[in-house]
């Protein structure tokens, strides 16, 4: 098995910037996919960014040039820049580890998620 593990959310006023990290651990031999996810009450989770394993990169339009995905495959850690933020980021940000190869098999899996909160 592996687990996703979250940190960096917090509050934020709005044009400010946040940091999220998400390091899978367990025996893992591969993971396809890692990606952020967000979602509000009442709201479906909705796609923020996620990156394949050779760097290939997907935005949500509502985050495209404030927010980077970054991937570090040697740690298994996914890392999100999140800047110029508004009161419309506000959401539990969820880690997304799509694929993951280990010796229980492949599935995919999600982290425990963190709040990002954006003043006005």
């Known amino acids: 098995q592996a687990q996703l593990e979250e940190s960096g959310g917090g509050l934020v006023q709005a044009g400010g910037s946040l940091r999220l990290s998400c390091a899978a651990s367990g025996r893992i031999f591969s993971i396809n996919a890692m990606g952020w996810y967000r979602q509000v009450p009442g709201k479906q989770r909705e796609l923020v960014a996620a990156i394949t394993s050779g760097g290939g990169t997907n935005y949500a339009d509502s985050v495209k040039g404030r927010f980077t995905i970054s991937r570090d495959n040697a740690k298994n850690t996914v890392y999100l820049q999140m800047n110029s933020l508004k009161p419309e980021d506000t959401a539990v940000y969820y880690c997304?580890?799509?694929?993951?190869?280990?010796?229980?098999?492949?599935?995919?899996?999600w982290g425990q998620g963190t709040q990002v909160t954006v003043s006005s």
């Open positions: 997304n580890a799509d694929r993951v190869v280990t010796g229980f098999g492949v599935r995919d899996y």
